[in-house]
């Protein structure tokens, strides 16, 4: 038997028709940023449990037993075992990794130096549009876009996030560079974040693109390249790299001191009054692997004396989140402004409008109105 205390699933037939299709014709529904599938990967029938549980429908869909109306705490049906219902979020992790770099776009000079790279003093890093579309044509979107400027040069940076093998960044890459290097008038270099050893080794394979002497072997950081940040002063100092340490090594022989380098850094950054802090709680609890993040989240609610501090808002940061995915899968350009207003608001109400508007909206603007 199976008995769910509290049973809520998002399912996107559960959404309204025009947020639906504002968010399916932009994504398919295996990149949708939460979706509710069975244990097996199957999803036909999961409409009917999701609207089953967040309607309190008086019958199961899968059994046809008779429930109380309204439904008392733990829902029955003898069905459930077999299907295991589950919910996953396949982006959260690859999104979190790119918005590291809008956080702190200097992470792309530090990481090309750990790679090797050369690079001369940077004055200032920002970064610029991901979109690689100039023409009214398929749009090509990237992860991130940077651009470090030295004062007397610039280097583009498109930072690429992969968790799993996909073919067609082979065409892909190659054009994300030549639109770059157009756009900023500069040399490009590709960086791609790939923390699984497998597929950081597809990823690094030379892109042969038929011009002669014009081959493109992508520059894959691998853990090797990241160090393990265990000291809470130096992971204050540098928060983005703290999270890239605990994607490259939470998981491995440093995954408890990583834990406890993570519970440290963020009573320190809090204990400062440094809003870093909870941005990076946040990204640190989405790295770790699930044993670990419930450590995590453990110790912080028993044993710090911030927690309340560093968890205020943290479901209008999450829904703020969704509002820029959906704008950015929708290929809808946001302004640095238009991010610190997101972001910024507090507003669960706000936040869950500027959701629906985000689905159907064809600028940034709209959110506003």
């Not at 038997?1 to 028709?17: D, G, R």
């Not at 651009?147 to 799993?164: A, F, N, W």
């Not at 560079?177 to 394979?205: F, H, M, S, Y």
């Not at 820029?324 to 929708?330: D, E, I, P, S």
Request: proline share 7%.
């Amino acid at each position: 038997e199976v008995w769910f205390n509290h049973a809520t699933f998002f399912h996107h037939t559960t959404l309204p028709t025009d947020v639906r299709e504002g968010l399916l014709a932009v994504l398919d529904v295996e990149d949708l940023p939460t979706n509710t599938y069975f244990g097996d990967g199957g999803s036909d029938t999961v409409s009917n449990w999701c609207a089953f549980v967040n309607v309190h429908s008086a019958n199961c869909p899968f059994c046809g037993v008779t429930l109380p109306t309204p439904p008392i705490p733990g829902i029955h049906c003898p069905l459930l075992p077999l299907t295991a219902i589950v919910v996953r979020m396949p982006t959260q992790k690859h999104d979190i990794s790119a918005e590291l770099f809008r956080w702190s776009p200097d992470l792309a000079a530090e990481l090309l130096a750990e790679m090797g790279i050369n690079m001369p003093k940077i004055r200032q890093a920002h970064d610029v549009s991901e979109s690689f579309t100039d023409l009214k044509t398929r749009e090509y979107k990237g992860d991130v876009a940077i651009v470090l400027d030295t004062g007397d040069s610039r280097t583009g940076v498109v930072v690429e996030v992969q968790h799993k093998k996909d073919e067609d960044k082979q065409w892909t890459w190659p054009l994300y560079i030549a639109t770059l290097r157009n756009r900023q008038r500069c040399p490009v270099i590709l960086l791609v974040i790939a923390p699984d050893p497998k597929v950081a080794e597809w990823c690094g394979r030379t892109i042969e693109t038929g011009h002669p002497g014009h081959d493109l072997t992508p520059l894959v950081l691998h853990s090797k390249h990241i160090p393990v940040m265990l000291d809470p002063e130096e992971i204050a100092a540098d928060p983005a790299m703290g999270v890239l340490s605990v994607l490259f090594h939470g998981a491995g022989e440093h995954g408890p001191q990583i834990v406890r380098a993570a519970y440290e850094s963020t009573n320190l950054l809090a204990a400062r009054g440094d809003e870093r802090a909870r941005r990076y709680y946040d990204y640190v609890l989405v790295m770790l692997p699930e044993a670990a993040r419930k450590s995590l989240e453990a110790k912080m609610m028993t044993d710090s004396p911030y927690y309340s501090d560093v968890m205020r808002g943290a479901e209008a940061r999450g829904e703020a989140r969704s509002v820029l995915l959906v704008l950015k899968a929708r290929g809808i350009e946001t302004t640095d402004e238009d991010r610190e207003r997101i972001e910024g608001c507090t507003d669960q109400s706000q936040l869950e409008t500027w959701l629906q508007r985000a689905a159907i909206a064809q600028k940034a603007d709209e959110l506003f109105v």
